[in-house]
């Protein structure tokens, strides 16, 4: 009998991604097994076991398959996933028993078990926040940079093989929350012409406008790139080496990019209407100060860019807290280190910049009432 | 009469106006420029409303009697954009000479980056603008709005006039000698606008460009020099850019003027403003500026042009 992974006589793409954790899923690989010298009197029961542990066929259960093997040489199909990681090239083996589990041995293949090590996720503070023009920016420099590694094992392995060609490590990026705030203060009116001396009006003292995301974890992506963070040769791309070949592939590279939220705090200008519904004015208020809460986690994945599937391989959070009104270096901060991922990343919509702009998670709040004279 | 091109400007404002003019030069595309019935260029000056710029919230008010915001509808915050344009030139004699604009934008959109007119905009703040007009667009955001240096704006016009003979000279800088030749001198030329695209079209097509850098970027008048230091850094082959960065960097260090250190310093700010793929090279020639200004000792304090461009630097 004989036995062919990727159901191709190559050894070339001889390869099962190991199953991701983080989601959890496991990526199959179509294979097939038949006599060689047919006709057989009869048809065939093979069990395929591996007795190295690192495959299944295909599910976590699967430690064994049993396949009917036609007589008349046409092939058998089955399945197999990578459970744990191959330490060299060919290390995984599939053996086809007649029969029973503990049969005589019909047939062989070598498989090996791809997986991915030497993950980082970094993420680099940047520039201070200052108030530039109407924005609250760290500009000219980003408030935080992103790195991605990620290397393939076992040392070897064929990028060119179907089961590896499309992968590429990027980064993939989740909201935890975020209330962003503007102040507005210091009212000042404009009247309209006509409107007589002494015609008194109140207005609020300030306006607050606050804008928050509900309880839950948000994809921080947009259409064009999601799910991860950022891709390139996207019309909304950041970085064009936000994903790189893996370390250990032709042209491997860190993958980055970075985020620099930059809130806008122009002033506020809001009509006077006097009881019969009549405009008597303006009043301008100046921005006072705006703020900006956001949590967010960070992942280095797996991408495959055919399927778009990701699967995680290290995380980090940090946190963005700047207020322009309040003393000392405003700037984002980050976990000193990264780990193991411990959740699954959200990786569909809605996304989190457009669900804090929808008008139902704003709130406006009037406070305190100012006497403006004519 | 003419508005003022530029009024006067906090620093941080005449900062970014600075910035993005130097950005939209060196970006800029004869072709999307064009005379047609009913649509032509027009360089114009902006002269803002009063609350341009600011933002409101529609269909909101403060009741005059009680002081209560009024938002019956839970409108979102918008910004206004509002003004008068006159033009001081128009590729179609036809062409209005003066307008007006009107619109209004969310004051927060998703934004995954900052666009020029997030960080400047001559809509709400001045500016001279060259934009594609059209009869049909009554007041609506203009068209490849690009602003200028307003001392550049006739230069502009020039440059959109001889736009025929000019793109296909630039289109065949790297194939023909002619047209490289013809390229080389705009540089150096009086046209301060065809220079900038001439050296655009040099930094992509020609091989060994780099060694004329040195002479070309020595001559540039300042203005001139912020766009071909944002172009050295954004627009060189990617073979080129650590050559272009070392001959940039040669110019900070052998410089003792400090408009030219200021001129360059724009350049390499602008590039980290609006070229992400060029920010580390543009950051690192900002330092090296910040220290020779340092060096020579050059007032770079409250007060200068210097405090803004350096505010978030180490």
Redesign the interface.
């Known amino acids: 009998m004989e036995i062919e992974i990727n159901n191709t006589s190559t050894a070339d793409d001889d390869y099962v991604q190991v199953q991701c954790l983080r989601p959890a899923g496991r990526k199959r690989v179509p294979c097939r097994i038949r006599v060689t010298t047919p006709p057989a009197t009869q048809a065939t029961t093979v069990v395929l076991t591996n007795p190295d542990g690192r495959l299944r066929f295909p599910a976590t259960a699967n430690t064994t398959a049993t396949v009917t093997v036609p007589s008349d040489g046409s092939w058998a199909a089955f399945e197999i996933t990578g459970e744990t990681g191959s330490a060299a090239l060919n290390d995984a083996v599939i053996e086809a028993h007649c029969n029973t589990a503990t049969g005589a041995t019909l047939a062989t293949k070598t498989v090996t078990v791809f997986w991915f090590d030497n993950a980082t996720i970094a993420v680099n503070v940047g ?9 609250y ?6 408030a935080v940079n992103y790195v991605a590694n990620a290397r393939i094992r076992p040392a070897g392995v064929n990028c060119a093989a179907p089961q590896v060609a499309n992968l590429r490590i990027g980064i993939l990026q989740n909201n935890l929350g975020a209330v ?1 705030a503007v102040t507005w203060s210091a009212p000042a009116p ?1 009247w309209n012409a006509g409107v007589a001396v002494g015609t008194r ?4 003292t300030s ?1 607050r ?1 606050t ?1 928050s995301l509900p309880a839950g974890t948000f994809n921080d992506s ?1 259409a064009q790139v999601a799910p991860l963070y950022d891709q390139p040769g996207k019309g ?1 791309t ?4 936000s994903l790189q070949p893996p370390t250990g592939c032709p042209a491997a590279a860190a993958a980055t990019s ?1 985020d ?1 939220p ?3 705090m ?10 019969a519904g009549v ?2 004015g ?3 208020y100046n921005t006072v100060s705006t703020s900006t809460v956001d949590g967010f986690i960070i992942w280095t994945v797996v991408f495959n860019t055919t399927t778009n599937e990701v699967c995680a391989l290290r995380q980090r959070l940090w946190d963005l807290n700047v207020d322009s009104a309040a003393v000392g270096v405003q700037q984002a901060t980050a976990a000193a280190t990264d780990t193991a991922p411990t959740q699954d990343p959200v990786t569909a919509g809605p ?1 989190g ?2 669900v ?2 929808d ?1 139902a998670n ?1 709130v ?1 709040t ?1 406070t305190g ?2 006497t403006l004279i004519r | 009469m003419l508005p003022d091109a530029v009024p006067p400007l906090p620093p941080t404002e005449a900062l970014m106006h600075e910035a993005r003019a130097v950005h939209d030069v060196a970006t800029l595309q004869l072709s999307d420029y064009r005379i047609q019935a009913g649509s032509s260029w027009i360089v114009a000056t902006l002269a803002p409303a009063a609350d341009s710029g600011a933002a409101t919230i529609p269909g909101a008010y403060v009741e005059a009697e009680t002081g209560q915001l009024v938002n019956v509808d839970q409108h979102e915050p918008v910004v206004m954009k509002q003004g008068r344009w006159q033009a001081q030139a128009a590729g179609d004699a036809q062409a209005p000479t003066q307008g007006r604009y009107a619109w209004t934008e969310p004051m927060d959109r998703p934004m995954r980056k900052l666009a020029p007119e997030d960080l400047y905009s001559p809509f709400a703040h001045g500016g001279t603008v060259l934009f594609q007009w059209r009869a049909s667009d009554d007041g609506a955001p203009p068209r490849h709005a690009h602003l200028l240096f307003p001392e550049w704006a006739p230069y502009a016009a020039q440059a959109l006039r001889a736009s025929a003979h000019l793109s296909q000279t630039l289109a065949e800088v790297g194939a023909a000698a002619p047209a490289r030749a013809e390229a080389t001198q705009l540089v150096v030329g009086p046209n301060a606008v065809s220079a900038t695209l001439a050296f655009r079209a040099l930094l992509g097509a020609a091989d060994g460009f780099a060694a004329q850098a040195p002479a070309l970027l020595e001559q540039a008048e300042p203005r001139r020099l912020s766009t071909f230091v944002y172009l050295g850094l954004t627009a060189a082959p990617a073979t080129d850019r650590a050559r272009w960065s070392q001959v940039l960097s040669r110019q900070v260090t052998q410089s003792t003027q400090p408009e030219r250190l200021l001129a360059m310093a724009h350049g390499a700010y602008a590039a980290a403003l609006f070229a992400s793929e060029a920010q580390a090279h543009a950051l690192a020639l900002l330092d090296a500026i910040h220290t020779r200004v340092r060096a020579l000792g050059i007032a770079s304090g409250a007060g200068t042009p210097w405090q803004a461009l350096f505010a978030n630097r180490p």
């Not at chain 1, 920016?137 to 980003?142: C, E, I, L, Q, V």
């Not at chain 1, 122009?266 to 009881?275: A, D, E, F, K, T």
Request: positive net charge.
């Open positions: 520039g201070p926040y200052s108030v530039q023009g109407n924005r920016t760290p500009a000219p420099a980003n962003h404009t009006v109140d207005v609020p306006v406008r804008r947009e909304s950041l970085d064009p080496n970075f620099s930059s809130p806008t122009p002033p506020l200008v809001l009509p006077m209407q006097n009881g405009n008597v303006s009043v301008r996304f910049n457009n804090i702009n008008p704003q406006i009037p009432t100012t």
